[in-house]
């Protein structure tokens, strides 16, 4: 009983010419593949090395820091922030009266006040 072994024995033409297009497939999609990985790698190793200059919003990563002002006296009773530099506080002044102030959080100064009142009936 004689064992025939596989490798040794020639493939047929048409076999062989479809083993070479399938190597060189998988040559292509291996490449393709690293391609791919080396992209997402560089992507996240650039997005780790901006530290302190932008989130994904467009803020600044590490808080800037101003004095806000407010009136004399105000008590602050709610906060809000608007867009990337602009922040709302509302104030109840010493006499009562309520305001909205619009404040730039960058360099603290004022941008809107609005004075609330009651309506008249």
């Given at each position: 009983m004689t064992?025939?072994?596989?490798?040794?024995?020639?493939?047929?033409?048409?076999?062989?010419?479809?083993?070479?297009?399938m190597i060189r497939l998988l040559a292509v999609s291996i490449a393709v593949l690293m391609v791919g990985l080396i992209a997402v790698l560089s992507a996240v190793v650039y997005r780790a090395g901006r530290d302190g200059e932008e989130t994904a919003d467009g803020a600044p990563a590490t808080p800037a820091e101003a004095v806000l002002s407010v009136p004399m006296g105000a008590r602050i009773t709610a906060t809000a922030g608007l867009s990337r530099?602009?922040?709302?506080?509302?104030?109840?002044?010493?006499d009562g009266r309520q305001e909205i102030l619009v404040l730039d959080a960058a360099s603290g100064g004022l941008v809107s006040r609005t004075r609330l009142q009651a309506a008249q009936p």
């Open positions: 064992q025939t072994d596989g490798a040794d024995e020639p493939l047929d033409p048409a076999l062989e010419k479809v083993r070479r297009k530099d602009r922040a709302m506080v509302v104030v109840e002044t010493a």
